[in-house]
């Protein structure tokens, strides 16, 4: 079964407005944690963001946050004031406590800034 | 920079060799985990390693093959190559498997299987 699912495999935005990417993810373990990951297109795949499953804030970091709904399952990123160099691939992640800590990911997002 | 190290960045081999790809994970993180991403099955979880243990294994097909050394750097061999092991492989580390941290990863290594 799918367990992160990315339903958007691409967006487009224009340069400056808001965008908000799509997680859904399906769990039994009350503990885990999402994630966000960038991936450009050099190919490295950078953190930026982290909400936990206990947490009762949403998670920001500068021009992220995560729009966390525990009830439905979903952990939607967004992206304020896009960027030019905020193109690129993005995804969702989970780890579970039961599940050894591995990070199981989405399919991805790719997110085009239009200038 | 993520504090991972990756080497080699490419790697371009022909069908039935066997290569070996390296990683030094960030200072004081016991934690390793090897990940392959290719086109069609995105980012896939292979092996995960804990202070020179193997813990779990994931989609890792038996020509592969891991291991931690005591000084905590990891290596994945990969033999008999065949078309479709061309993918990306990714080595990530964490102090631990505690829930809210995350995976650090090194910038990769792009395998090419001609």
């Known amino acids: 079964a799918q367990k992160i699912t990315q339903t958007q495999p691409g967006m487009f935005v224009q340069e400056k407005e808001a965008v908000t990417l799509d997680c859904t993810y399906d769990?039994?373990?009350?503990?885990?944690?999402l994630f966000w990951y960038k991936q450009p297109s050099s190919g490295e795949m950078i953190f930026l963001i982290y909400?936990?499953?206990?947490?009762?804030q949403n998670a920001t970091e500068g021009r992220y946050s995560l729009n966390f709904q525990k009830a439905r399952k979903s952990a939607n990123l967004v992206i304020s004031a896009s960027q030019l160099g905020d193109s690129a691939m993005y995804f969702c992640a989970m780890r579970e406590r039961s599940n050894t800590g591995k990070l199981i990911f989405g399919q991805g997002t790719t997110l085009q800034v239009k200038p | 920079d993520s504090g991972v190290t990756q080497t080699p960045k490419h790697l371009i081999t022909a069908t039935g060799q066997r290569v070996t790809l390296r990683c030094s994970p960030r200072?004081?993180?016991?934690?390793v985990y090897w990940y392959q991403q290719s086109l069609d099955q995105g980012l896939q979880f292979l092996i995960y390693?804990?202070?020179?243990?193997?813990?779990a294994k994931g989609n890792i097909l038996e020509r592969f093959s891991a291991q931690q050394f005591p000084d905590l750097h990891s290596e994945l061999n990969l033999s008999s190559l065949e078309l479709g092991d061309s993918a990306l492989y990714f080595c990530?580390?964490?102090?631990?498997?505690?829930?809210?941290?995350?995976?650090?990863f090194g910038n990769g290594t792009r395998l090419t299987v001609t």
């Open positions: 769990t039994s373990d009350p503990s885990y944690g």
């Open positions: 200072s004081g993180d016991l934690s």
């Open positions: 390693y804990y202070n020179g243990e193997e813990r």
């Open positions: 909400q936990g499953s206990y947490d009762q």
């Open positions: 990530a580390s964490s102090p631990d498997r505690v829930i809210d941290s995350p995976l650090h």
